[in-house]
């Protein structure tokens, strides 16, 4: 039972534009979110984390939005470089593991 | 060093075959976890240790996968009479666990990739 969908398994965007990552969720239970990042052949990397209480985080040039109501994130990445191409993959937390998406491909294009 | 470390870093094996993968943790995390990444999949829990207790491993996909944490440290994650589709990316993270479990983020090592042929 797939809890954390990612549903565009890749994406692509220019250097400079603004790259929007879609999550979805079924449990409502989750309250905890994170998105990682994911270079070839190295382990995922933490990048920003929101709490359910929040609707918003922002850490420089990344920004993740909640919306409970619609069990909905995304996270936005303004301007995107061509450093930012990876896997970028969506998670909640359950106690004890988390629960990742699929993961979005993310190339930007110069 | 500082990170999650995983040995080997790639594994050839023949179908039938046991092996075992290592995980040292972060020093100071009493959390760890195992996931796996198949080609073109998400990743996908295995087993998760917390300090001393039990360990859940709802996710282990049959009884040929098992895992043991020696000490509270490191990890090892056994698959035995390995078949082709037990190929994969198996990742290890670890985390400190803070009261609520509310800020659990998890660190990853680079994953030991096993090809079974």
């Known amino acids: 039972d797939q809890q954390v969908k990612q549903n565009s398994p890749s994406l692509s965007v220019q250097e400079g534009r603004i790259s929007i990552l879609n999550c979805d969720y079924t449990n409502s239970m989750f309250d905890y979110f994170l998105w990682y990042k994911k270079y070839p052949a190295e382990g995922p990397t933490f990048l920003i984390s929101?709490?359910?209480?929040?609707d918003k985080n922002e850490d420089g040039r990344f920004t993740v939005f909640l919306n409970k109501s619609a069990k909905h994130l995304s996270l936005h990445i303004v301007p995107s470089q061509p450093g930012d191409s990876a896997v970028y993959f969506c998670?909640?937390?359950?106690?004890?593991?988390?629960?990742f998406g699929a993961g979005t491909q993310v190339v930007v294009t110069p | 060093g500082a990170g999650v470390s995983q040995s080997p870093s790639n594994k050839v094996t023949e179908k039938g075959k046991d092996v075992e993968l290592r995980c040292d943790p972060i020093s100071g995390h009493t959390a760890l976890y195992w996931y796996r990444q198949s080609l073109g999949q998400g990743l996908e829990f295995l087993i998760y240790?917390?300090?001393?207790?039990?360990?859940?491993k709802s996710g282990l996909p049959s009884d040929r996968f098992s895992a043991e944490r020696t000490g509270g440290s490191v990890s090892t994650l056994t698959i035995q009479r390995t078949q082709q589709e037990d190929s994969a990316v198996y990742l290890c993270a670890s985390s400190l666990v803070f009261p609520g479990g509310a800020q659990d983020i998890q660190y990853f090592g680079a994953g030991t990739r096993l090809s079974v042929l």
């Open positions: 998670a909640a937390i359950t106690p004890g593991k988390l629960q």
């Open positions: 929101i709490s359910s209480i929040k």
């Open positions: 240790f917390q300090g001393n207790s039990a360990p859940d």
